[in-house]
């Protein structure tokens, strides 16, 4: 099983800022790798795929970069409604997902 | 517009049996694959399997193989997931998703809340 890892677990910033987040699979999973929002309450929203995709609706202000075994999920300037728990996965072998990386103010 | 509709919570004792529909709308229904995912209380994402309805072929996590099966009725729209031998640890909200662009999951049901409790 391909383990994902995100970090920071928190991540403290104030609107406008711009937000760095990882994910280190355990091996390579090329560029298969997929980003989720998700709000209290709230199901999963897909963000980005295959690593540097935006899906439908989601706003520029957010992208991805990575292949191989390092990605990260930028957001370059933090709107109010951006604060949430966000997941990496991947789908190069089963299905995994990373542990989470919360969003704060 | 793609709708899946999952059926109503379930408070279920340990070692019996839960079943979860999830039922899709607004989708050509064969031309897609279906994955169910839990996210225990608090906690994160986990895909426990998935099924392609056309072939009525299914997979499934290492960790839940021998306790999970996934269906599908093609007439009916819907997926199903069985899950036995149920384990205080299994209470978690269960998603069905849409499974796209390869195995992501773009399009989410509303969760059901499976309790295990004595």
């Known amino acids: 099983e391909i383990v994902l890892t995100q970090s920071p677990a928190t991540l403290s910033v104030s609107p406008g800022e711009r937000a760095t987040l990882s994910c280190r699979a355990s091996q390579s999973v090329n560029s298969y790798l997929a980003w989720y929002q998700q709000k209290p309450g709230q199901v999963p929203r897909l963000l980005i795929y295959d690593a540097s995709n935006r899906a439908t609706g989601i706003p520029a202000r957010f992208s991805g970069s990575g292949s191989g075994t390092d990605f990260t999920l930028t957001i370059s300037s933090l709107e109010p409604e951006d604060f949430a728990v966000y997941y990496c996965?991947?789908?190069?072998?089963?299905?995994?997902f990373g542990q989470g990386t919360r969003l704060e103010i | 517009q793609v709708q899946l509709v999952q059926s109503g919570a379930e408070v279920k004792k340990p070692g019996s049996s839960v079943k979860v529909s999830c039922k899709a709308s607004g989708v050509t229904f064969r031309s897609y694959a279906f994955s169910w995912v839990r996210q225990a209380p608090g906690q994160g994402l986990e895909w426990m399997g998935g099924i392609i309805p056309r072939f009525a072929t299914a997979n499934y996590a290492q960790k839940f193989q021998g306790r999970v099966t996934i269906t599908a009725n093609e007439s009916a729209t819907t997926v199903y997931m069985e899950l036995s031998s149920l384990r205080f640890e299994d209470t978690a909200i269960y998603y069905c998703?849409?499974?796209?662009?390869?195995?992501?999951?773009?399009?989410w049901g509303q969760g059901t809340l499976v309790t295990v409790s004595s």
């Open positions: 998703a849409r499974v796209d662009h390869g195995y992501y999951f773009h399009y």
């Open positions: 996965q991947q789908r190069g072998n089963w299905p995994t």
